[in-house]
């Protein structure tokens, strides 16, 4: 198992290695593209190119001009924007990266508890009422979109009903954990819901047939011969068996979202995370921005899947000697 | 067992997949069950269990189980028996056993499901129980997982997770199927000791007739859901009455035989969605006369029972014809 978990935080590090490449290919050495002109925005003065050009070694051989990328980026943490002077690339991301992991990871608790409940009482309960009632309210939670169920929130909760059911909900923006975990927890609220509603539906629905498989699997047939009851064959076999799909869809859905992905739900809540800097520098061309976006983006989703894939040897022996 | 009757209903109509069968296990005794595909064998002994769980299903019938009567029993009464006084073997010991789990744990789950012991005293019971079963090594091998064994090895996990609570029948649904022919061989011995050492009744269900002849005391014969021969194996097999029985055992190859041929029984077995009113097998008998219209019911003497209308002396007649051609030898 320790090799196993070391082997594959190697590979993980070598999927980094590989991606800051590209990215750096992409955004510096695409040809036929002047990238002091691009890093530098529209209609920049040439004394500013210039500038560009110095800070970033344009002049300078390709692996020297990585190097330097990869100094401003994770040493000096002094790469510039010059769409909005003077502001530091870093700090910004430092800056969105804890209210999205605030949100995400909220609202993933939320739609693990949810979906993983709305799945094993929909299995359980196959056949009756329950269960079609539970898959419909599924598909609606996924088919609602993110930004829709946002906007219906807010209206319910900062003005419709706002001097009335929900005079406890501040306005949207985002305060700090450690300034005050309480007004945090206010704060996030609606948007953990909106955000998980969409994600509950979907792992309540692949549970559930993850789990009507399982039942009917031998190994079910098996545990019900040994006279074990409904209740412990659900959870401790055809459950466990289940959750290992659900897991790896977990890692790709979270890695996604704490990278970027909760765009929508940040820009109609008003909270100030990664996909909206990402949003924004996307906006306005804001070349070192949108790399320094893309890398942390990377950087989650390959954590995420290492994670995954640690969980998967864990739940599932099978994978482990692979 | 009296007069099972188990049927689904389908949108094609009624699917009797048991029609009628009654048969009785003693202690210590083996019983084989054979018949093909689809005769209904596995589904009668799953659904006296409560193994079936379709929702469409309809039992009828009763089965006393030292002297209760369990048909129609919940899920919650059925568990203290399943696993406890009736332990199941399956045909395909690679899908058996959850996947993520080790031997030891599972059988050590069916033990402290049945008794009141601490985790230690049913793993040293789960060691005990692999040794029995001839794995070796069983200290480590308790701490495997099931992937981690081959088919015939896996077979014996689950033979001893069935025998983990001393039960007083084992009910053994084609347990060398899956297996290769040498695997088949050390399966069938294995059961045979252990059932010596257990006191254990049996009622394996299998297609094989080599099986019957091994290991059964006495055999069922089933066809179409419905019973076609009982009797004493030595009977069934040494002078078999049931023109099926006759197709059964002339379609096992053997090495001494000129025929190069392999002997089958005309046509494909009847699907239990309309099954004859008369009997089930006068589709494909040879011998098929006007009476086989009506349904024939089992009859005989001195325990060998058969559904059949021919009288002795007609069977007298076409097995020594049929023996003498060397078709059904």
Not at chain 1, 217 to 241: F, M
Not at chain 2, 243 to 258: E, F, Q
Request: glycine share 8%; aromatic share 8%; net charge neutral.
């Amino acid at each position: 198992m320790p090799a196993f978990i070391a082997r594959r935080l190697l590979s993980a590090v070598l999927v980094l290695f590989s991606i800051s490449v590209m990215v750096f290919l992409i955004f510096f050495a695409t040809p036929g593209v002047d990238p002091a002109a691009r890093i530098a925005g529209r209609s920049a003065s040439p004394q500013v190119l210039a500038q560009v050009q110095a800070a970033f070694g344009l002049n300078r051989p390709l692996p020297i001009r990585y190097l330097l990328m990869m100094e401003h980026l994770f040493i000096k943490h002094d790469l510039t924007s010059y769409v909005n002077i003077g502001s530091k690339v870093v700090p910004q991301i430092l800056q969105a990266a804890p209210v999205t992991l605030s949100l995400v990871i909220g609202a993933a608790v939320i739609w693990v508890i949810v979906g993983v409940l709305g799945g094993v009482i929909a299995a359980a309960n196959r056949g009756k009422f329950i269960d079609p009632l539970i898959m419909f309210v599924g598909i609606a939670a996924v088919s609602v979109p993110a930004y829709w169920l946002g906007e219906v929130v807010n209206f319910f909760t900062q003005s419709k009903f706002h001097s009335s059911l929900f005079s406890w909900v501040p306005g949207s923006g985002y305060v700090p954990l450690t300034q005050n975990p309480l007004e945090w927890a206010l704060h996030l609220i609606f948007p953990w819901l909106t955000l998980a509603a969409l994600y509950a539906g979907i792992y309540a629905r692949v549970l559930r047939a993850e789990l009507v498989n399982a039942l009917n699997e031998d190994y079910v047939r098996t545990a019900r011969a040994k006279g074990l009851s409904e209740r412990r064959i659900l959870i401790r076999h055809a459950l466990r068996c289940s959750l290992i799909s659900v897991v790896s869809l977990f890692g790709l859905d979270f890695g996604a979202l704490i990278g970027g992905a909760a765009l929508l739900t940040e820009v109609v809540m008003g909270l100030p995370g990664i996909g909206m800097l990402t949003y924004n520098s996307l906006q306005s061309l804001d070349l070192p921005v949108i790399m320094g976006c893309v890398m942390y983006a990377a950087f989650f989703v390959v954590l995420a899947n290492a994670v995954v894939d640690i969980l998967y040897a864990v739940l599932d022996p099978r994978v482990r000697i692979a | 067992m009296r007069d099972l009757k188990v049927s689904f209903a389908t949108r094609q109509g009624e699917l009797r997949a048991v029609d009628g069968l009654s048969f009785d296990v003693g202690p210590k005794e083996v019983l084989g069950i054979v018949g093909e595909s689809g005769s209904g064998k596995s589904v009668a002994m799953y659904s006296i269990l409560g193994l079936v769980r379709d929702s469409n299903v309809k039992i009828s019938g009763s089965v006393k189980f030292a002297g209760r009567e369990i048909l129609g029993l919940s899920d919650r009464e059925l568990q203290g028996i399943r696993g406890g006084d009736v332990g199941m073997i399956f045909q395909d010991p690679m899908t058996a056993l959850t996947p993520v789990y080790t031997v030891g744990w599972q059988i050590a789950e069916q033990i402290r499901a049945h008794s009141d012991v601490s985790k230690q005293q049913a793993k040293s019971r789960a060691i005990e129980l692999l040794g029995e079963v001839g794995i070796p090594d069983p200290a480590t091998r308790v701490n495997h997982y099931p992937h981690e064994f081959s088919g015939g090895m896996r077979q014996r996990v689950v033979i001893a997770m069935a025998l983990s609570c001393n039960p007083k029948l084992l009910i053994a649904d084609e347990p060398t199927t899956a297996l290769d022919v040498t695997t088949q061989a050390q399966i069938l011995d294995l059961m045979e000791k252990l059932q010596d050492v257990h006191q254990s009744s049996i009622v394996i269900i299998t297609h094989d007739m080599g099986v019957i002849a091994q290991m059964a005391d006495r055999v069922v014969v089933m066809y179409a859901g419905r019973p076609a021969e009982i009797g004493r194996e030595i009977d069934v097999v040494r002078h078999p009455r049931h023109p099926y029985t006759w197709g059964l055992l002339g379609a096992v190859p053997r090495v001494d035989s000129k025929n190069r041929r392999l002997v089958t029984i005309p046509g494909t077995s009847v699907s239990p969605l309309n099954v004859p009113e008369g009997c089930a097998f006068a589709p494909r008998c040879e011998y098929r006369m006007a009476i086989c219209e009506e349904r024939p019911m089992l009859h005989g003497d001195d325990g060998h029972l058969d559904a059949c209308w021919l009288d002795d002396e007609q069977r007298v007649q076409i097995r020594s014809t049929v023996s003498s051609s060397g078709d059904h030898s």
